[in-house]
């Protein structure tokens, strides 16, 4: 079992930066893959960003496509997520998820264990 917690949220300009980190504890990482997902009010829960256990793939959702970047240290136990370029419409709670043997999934279905989210704010 895995344990997740975010940080690295906060208020941003449009057009600024943040790095969320998602740090675990419990079973070692090399075996999850890690997903990021955000949730704003009124809306469902999407997926932003995946990559799977081996590291090796990555999938990134078309609206964040060539401003955020995925990455992990296992021997850090640890994931991130870098955003660029944030625009308003990134506004929203933020959560890392893991998955056992996972590739890189989409779905929030998919992942077994989550994290209670970081609050990520952009302003025009």
């Known amino acids: 079992q895995v344990h997740l917690v975010e940080s690295g949220g906060g208020l941003v300009q449009a057009g600024g930066s943040l790095r969320l980190s998602c740090a675990t504890s419990?079973?070692?990482?090399?075996?999850?893959?890690i997903g990021w997902f955000r949730q704003a009010p009124g809306k469902e829960r999407e997926g932003v960003s995946c990559?799977?256990?081996?590291?090796?793939?990555?999938d990134y959702a078309d609206f964040v496509k060539d401003r955020f970047t995925i990455s992990r240290d296992n021997a850090k136990k640890m994931a991130y997520l870098q955003m660029n370029n944030l625009k308003g419409e990134d506004t929203a709670t933020y959560y890392c998820?893991?998955?056992?043997?996972?590739?890189?999934?989409?779905?929030?279905?998919?992942?077994?264990?989550w994290g209670q989210g970081t609050q990520v704010t952009i302003s025009s």
């Open positions: 998820a893991a998955d056992l043997f996972g590739d890189c999934h989409s779905a929030p279905n998919e992942y077994n264990f």
């Open positions: 419990g079973s070692t990482l090399d075996y999850y893959a």
């Open positions: 990559i799977s256990y081996s590291g090796d793939i990555t």
